[in-house]
């Protein structure tokens, strides 16, 4: 029978080793476009190939299965360990340097395969660097021209959203949630579609943005609302997940925000950009009113921040129809407003600065930032010409 001493050289040499491997990945994220060039477009390429086949074996979310299992574990692993360290017989002080040996091992293990399944993607360019934009100094974002464009993209977005919620109610305002009349796999398909059509006009790999990815899958547990989020990408196993409880109307652009995460992105500000673009290039209009209705609230924040009375102005324009989503949205979440929301956001915020993510949660709102630029570059449109 092995001492705690063997055991401790041995999980000692196991840390050692997954060590130099996290340093050796931490040094190739300094080489953005080698990482971009050879992880993200050939080794993540491949892995996600392997990760859509495994997942669309198992139909349920197997994210939050192994989230609730590995907390059980842990609760069961520390019972195990206390019982052996006052009643095994090796001292109860070397039980618990050896169980602090072993978590180490398991939570850096864990970091390792997390960059090595997709973790990597936060050191790709920026997507202003990919896309190949023109650099613009701080300054033209508080310019006339930005005030302008401003303006005209959030009047877009308010005709795109009452158009979609016109074509979803039939009136301006029904006076009730959007009924969407799809499933979410349904979703998925519209969503797939539009991903695989985008991809002839966007300089990214074509093969990241056509290629099929793993079909979203619902929570069930109230767990993600109770931590205020919508959705979650899960990069061991590669699953977009969706909250399944949210309000329907927020479903395609979340979906659309992880199947982003799934084809490379890790930013979140990318991510909704992105899913925006996405949602509005979907030939449903369920699709394309979830992601102007996302994308108009965020604008018109942005014009308010440049010009409070032109915003208010240009607010008017919208039904009366979508504020009735928004209000029952702000109910929904609402409900779940407490400490345990506080502590996801506060995890959260730390996840992203941890991986180079600017402002942590704050980012989600440069997606605004994005679309502006991204209008600059579409002669002020957000919406690209059918390929």
Sequence with gaps: ML????KMERWLWALAIIAALLLIEGLLSRFPTF???VYTQKIFYVLRKIQVTLSSLISFSIAEATVILTALSLLAWLGYVSFNAYYGPEPAL?????AGVQLSVVVLGSTLFFYSFWGLNYARPNVEDRAGWERVHEEWYES??????????????IVLTNNAYYELNGSEDAGQATDFSLTPEEMNDYIEEAFKEFSYEWPESKALMAGATPKAKATITPIPSYLGLSG?????TGEANYNGHAPSYELPHTIAHEKAHQRGLGTESECNFLAVLICLRAKHPAIRYSGALFARDQMLELLEYL???DAANVTRQSFPGPQHDKALSRAFWGRYQGSLMTM???VNDSYLKFNGVEGGVTSYERSSILLLRFARHNNGSLILPPS
């Excluded at 001492?3 to 063997?6: G, I, K, V």
Aim: net charge negative; hydrophobic share 25%; with cysteine.
């Design 307 to 309: 010009d409070c009375e």
């Design 232 to 236: 979650f990408y899960f990069p061991w």
């Design 144 to 157: 006339d021209e930005a005030r302008r464009l401003t303006h005209n993209v959030c009047q877009e977005l």
């Design 94 to 98: 070397e039980t618990w340097k050896l």
């Design 3 to 6: 001492t705690n001493h063997t």
């Design 344 to 346: 996801g956001e506060q």
């Design 35 to 37: 990482v971009d060039k």
